[in-house]
T-cell receptor
Framework: DTEVTQTPKHLVMGMTNKKSLKCEQH?????MYWYKQKAKKPPELMFV???????INESVPSRFSPECPNSSLLNLHLHALQPEDSALYLC???????????????FGDGTRLSIL | AQTVTQSQPEMSVQEAETVTLSCTYD???????LFWYKQPPSRQMILVIR??????QNATENRFSVNFQKAAKSFSLKISDSQLGDAAMYFC?????????????FGTGTRLKVLA
């Protein structure tokens, strides 16, 4: 069972739609991440939140808008996406406290997004 | 900038045999962590094994072990007694050391096929 839950598992949307991806974890992790993964490629980091504040934005287009309303929840709001944005979107979380440096990121199952 | 290289796009192994996946990385840092993640068709990234750079002893997790050569910047994964369930995409990942939000750098991946 995955400890990081992502919904929905699949999403098909038109280029003019607005939708949101949701990620939830209850492991007490204070860092949460969004990745984009194209087929047969490694995950590419998009955003990192630390203690509910955005700490890394990898120059992601503004049509992707992240939000971290609390320590357990991470959203990715989508608007006016392009066909090339079709991909698997992975959420991950990790500890950030001193003494937990060797702890890995825990990943969710991802949301498969298709843009028509 | 750090880089991670996986030179084997695809590998095959007979069931019950041993296979080694290679990974090299480039960094000027002395404090870092290395990980192997497995991604089966079910999509979730699953941690296989981790190695702290300051530890000389190679990490081992059941049938999985690493050969960590810090001076050569090499971090290979050995899978013993391969099972059909080991078939997946394997990603090597590098992470900077100090506590805080972590930026993983992934290799391009190696697809492992297990033959019955």
């Amino acid at each position: 069972d995955t400890e990081v839950t992502q919904t929905p598992k699949h999403l098909v949307m038109g280029m003019t739609n607005k939708k949101s991806l949701k990620c939830e974890q209850h492991m007490g992790h204070r860092a949460m991440y969004w990745y984009k993964q194209k087929a047969k490629k490694p995950p590419e980091l998009m955003f990192v939140y630390s203690y509910e504040k955005l700490s890394i934005n990898e120059s992601v287009p503004s049509r992707f808008s992240p939000e971290c309303p609390n320590s357990s929840l991470l959203n990715l709001h989508l608007h006016a996406l392009q066909p090339e944005d079709s991909a698997l979107y992975l959420c991950a979380s990790s500890q950030v406290r001193t003494g937990f440096e060797n702890q890995p990121q825990h990943f969710g199952d991802g949301t498969r997004l298709s843009i028509l | 900038a750090q880089t991670v290289t996986q030179s084997q796009p695809e590998m095959s192994v007979q069931e019950a045999e041993t296979v080694t996946l290679s990974c090299t990385y480039d960094t000027s840092e002395s404090d870092y962590y290395l990980f192997w993640y497995k991604q089966p068709p079910s999509r979730q990234m699953i941690l296989v094994i981790r190695q702290e750079a300051y530890k000389q002893q190679n990490a081992t997790e059941n049938r999985f072990s690493v050969n960590f050569q810090k001076a050569a910047k090499s971090f290979s994964l050995k899978i013993s007694d391969s099972q059909l369930g080991d078939a997946a995409m394997y990603f090597c990942a590098y992470r900077h050391g100090p506590s805080g939000t972590y930026k993983y750098i992934f290799g391009t991946g190696t697809r492992l096929k297990v033959l019955a």
